[in-house]
């Protein structure tokens, strides 16, 4: 390499990063020269990717089950898992794990157990695993050495794998390198920046890169991104991955040009678009946002065929991203952006972060560093603006654009059909306005800004009227998002009390809507069991089935008689029958009286847990002994006027010491009815009322006499049903 006009790591960056081809391609087996059946890029509603750049296997684990599945991620693309070339003579680039040296799985990133321990903690998340699967080449004439794996090596030579007749010697411009890069056959039979080029026409090549996918497939790899697509002619990879058995998931990596144009490897899976970066990317750098409703019509690739993304490995460092995580802010909107249009299936990408393009990732010893947000890893899919528009991708899924609104260049809104809405503001100033959003009237958490959890928005809400206008304002440079699966609280009437029935007398039967925050894994559905014949009589059998539409929400309504007090819980089953109940006391409540609707939002306890037994009380405590604390569910029916919120306070601290500063709030998610759930002592017998408060502070209270409880010892729970006075 030393006589060659550039250097193996230049050649990287420049040519590789260049030139680099990306396609993911859903196939199933089939016979060698036949196209694969193509399916949908990923069943169901969560097909969102992020691809967590050199991560650990242990660190994508974690990452899967804290982050990516309560957030409804549906994949995770992983580095190369394969042996690779270790040039700590070149501070260990990124790119050496794209120099294959054996199909051992020893990575810097984790072993073969390491890996498979990954897959099945993400696969319990409801999170399946793409691979990035480096089958054009093997290593470099300069890597020659010691593999990850401890595998010796050279050129042409990769023992008990391929040797020198398994590789392409095209000898056309005085060495391997491909040179024109219009021409067809060189492109895909001479050598990318001096990489051994296997020789894929050959059915023993062909049979040993089946054999690794294959491998990946039995640790539960559920698809593969094709590294360098184009250099592998379409009727290779039919032969292929023809043989990979199951149904893998996958994409190719493919930059388009005047001699490969991204649509030819449409026919045997998905492709990456990587003009969508750039003119998405450039909407947001450039504060020009009017024009991306014509999205489709700029792109190469239909929306079905298209894998999305604003940037990637390869973009951030050749230069061609608009933006990186290195944009700050209006990179993140870029990538809510992608999560909320309706265009190809999403990739975001999580970084390192770099100001040498060759660096590798944090490490000690050539061995990469688990993953701490902040030092060395930029995690930008963690962002709220992103990680919590997951969820509403997921939810508007098959939805189309509705009033689309681009009241000057820098800002845009529209909606999702009647589920969705969302507005990006890139201009400098704030954006106050009336929305017309298209959702039924409620007040809805804007995931933007803040988490909904459990019927609780931790950051500003918006509310829908009755005609599905919202008056908001939007912040310089920041977004709003709002979806049915966020529902803070009906929308209250400015006078205080709820409409009557045209009769006007209260409803005998109340359409009564249960909620529940729930992840699943593939193939479970979660239901609602309890202890009248309404919700099964505890009979699993016939537990009502939830909809998850608004993923992770889950929703089912149930008519039931007013004043009927109830016990239940949720529970989830997978295809095969098998049950897992909520791991907690039995949850109660009573139908109120007075409206004709009303609606519990909750999330799921905790994983696992008994079946419940059908009596009338709540689960005792898993000893039967008595407890240190009860789980007091407080709920008052209380009407509100614009502004007001409603707060529980009392002589004990738990209660705030009859202090209105330290009052407890309720949430309005069943509005009228506001609630809350306060551990208290057991055994104590306290005083307490309720109060509202609105935006300037002023306090009311409810009338006289204070309102007194005891909390038992046993069971650890109790419900507290009042109305305001």
């Known amino acids: 390499m030393s006589t060659r006009h550039r250097s193996l790591a230049a050649a990287l960056a420049s040519v590789l990063l260049a030139a680099a081809l990306s396609a993911v391609v859903l196939l199933r087996p089939g016979a060698p020269g036949l196209v694969p059946a193509k399916a949908d890029a990923n069943p169901g509603n969560r097909d969102v990717i992020v691809h967590l750049f050199q991560w650990p296997w242990a660190s994508i684990a974690n990452e899967c089950t804290t982050v990516l599945g309560p957030k409804g991620f549906g994949a995770v693309q992983v580095s190369p898992p394969q042996e690779h070339v270790v040039l700590g003579g070149q501070g260990y680039p990124w790119w050496q794990d794209y120099q294959p040296v054996s199909y051992q799985l020893v990575s810097r990133r984790g072993d073969r157990a390491a890996f498979a321990n990954m897959v099945a903690a993400c696969h319990n998340a409801g999170v399946k695993i793409y691979v990035d699967a480096v089958i054009n080449h093997m290593a470099g004439g300069a890597s020659t050495g010691t593999g990850s794996a401890g595998s010796t090596y050279s050129h042409y030579n990769y023992p008990g794998i391929y040797q020198n007749q398994d590789f392409h010697h095209c000898g056309r411009n005085g060495n391997d390198d491909i040179v024109a890069w219009g021409d067809r056959w060189e492109v895909q039979n001479c050598e990318l920046v001096d990489l051994s080029d296997l020789a894929t026409e050959s059915s023993y090549v062909r049979g040993k890169i089946t054999a690794y996918l294959n491998d990946l497939v039995s640790l539960g790899v559920d698809g593969f991104r094709v590294d ?86 390869d973009t951030q460092r050749n230069g061609r991203a608009r933006l990186t995580y290195k944009n700050g802010q209006t990179h993140a909107l870029a990538a809510a952006f992608s999560l909320v249009y309706p265009y190809g299936t ?72 009647s589920v969705g809405f969302a507005a990006f503001n890139r201009d400098g100033a704030a954006w106050s306005t009336t929305f017309s959003t298209g959702l039924p009237a409620g007040v809805y958490c804007n995931v933007a800004t803040g988490d909904f959890t459990a019927g609780v928005c931790a950051g500003s809400t918006v509310t ?38 045209p009769s006007g007398t209260a409803c005998t039967t109340v359409s009564v809507t249960l909620a529940s925050d729930t992840t699943t894994t593939s193939g479970q559905n979660v239901f609602v069991a309890g202890s009248i014949a309404q919700l099964g009589s505890w009979n699993t059998a016939n537990a009502v089935a939830m909809s998850g539409t608004a993923y992770p929400l889950w929703r089912v309504t149930v008519n039931l008689p007013a004043g009927t007090s109830f016990e239940y819980k949720y529970i989830k089953k997978d295809g095969s029958g098998n049950v897992t109940w909520e791991g907690i006391a039995n949850r ?28 009338a009380s709540p689960s005792p405590s898993p000893t039967g002994s008595t407890c240190a604390s009860i789980a007091a569910a407080f709920s008052v029916n209380a009407t509100t006027t614009w502004g007001q919120n409603v707060f529980v306070v009392g002589s004990i601290p738990a209660l705030g010491s009859w202090s209105a500063a330290n009052a407890v709030a309720l949430s309005s998610a069943a509005y009228p009815l506001w609630t809350a759930t306060i551990n208290l002592p057991t055994g104590t017998t306290f005083a307490y009322k309720y109060l509202k408060k609105d935006a300037a502070g002023t306090v009311t209270w409810e009338s006289d006499p204070n309102r007194t409880r005891t909390t038992p010892t046993t069971p650890c729970t109790a419900t507290y049903p009042d109305t305001w006075r």
């Open 346 to 417: 999403p990739q975001l990408m999580s970084s390192f972060t770099f100001s040498d393009n060759e660096a590798g990732p944090p490490a000690s010893n050539g061995v990469t560093s688990q993953v701490s947000c902040g030092s060395g890893w930029e995690c930008e899919h963690r962002k709220t603006v992103v990680a919590n528009l997951v969820g509403f991708h997921n939810a508007v899924n098959g939805t189309g654009v509705a009033n689309w609104a681009s009241p000057s260049a820098s800002r845009i809104a529209f909606g999702r059909g």
């Open 464 to 501: 829908v009227n009755g005609s599905g206008q919202a008056t908001v304002t939007v912040a310089a440079n920041s977004a709003l998002a709002i979806y049915t699966g966020a529902l803070v609280g009906s929308s209250p009437s400015p006078t205080g009390p709820p409409s009557p029935t």
């Open 228 to 313: 360098a697509a184009k250099h592998l002619p379409v009727a290779d990879l039919q032969a292929i991955l023809g043989g990979v058995s199951g149904s893998p998931y996958v994409f190719h990596e493919v930059i388009e040009d005047s001699a490969f144009p991204p649509g030819e490897y449409a026919g045997i899976g998905d492709v990456t678009e990587f003009r969508y970066g750039d003119v998405v990317g450039n909407a947001f750098r450039d504060a020009n946002l009017s024009n991306l409703n014509n999205l489709a019509s700029q792109m190469a690739l239909s929306s079905g065929d298209a894998v999305n993304f604003i940037d990637n490995h």
């Open 588 to 615: 109660a409540r009573t139908v109120p009286t007075g409206v004709c609707a009303v609606t519990y939002t909750e999330a799921w306890n905790v994983p696992g847990g008994s079946t419940p037994s059908p009596s």
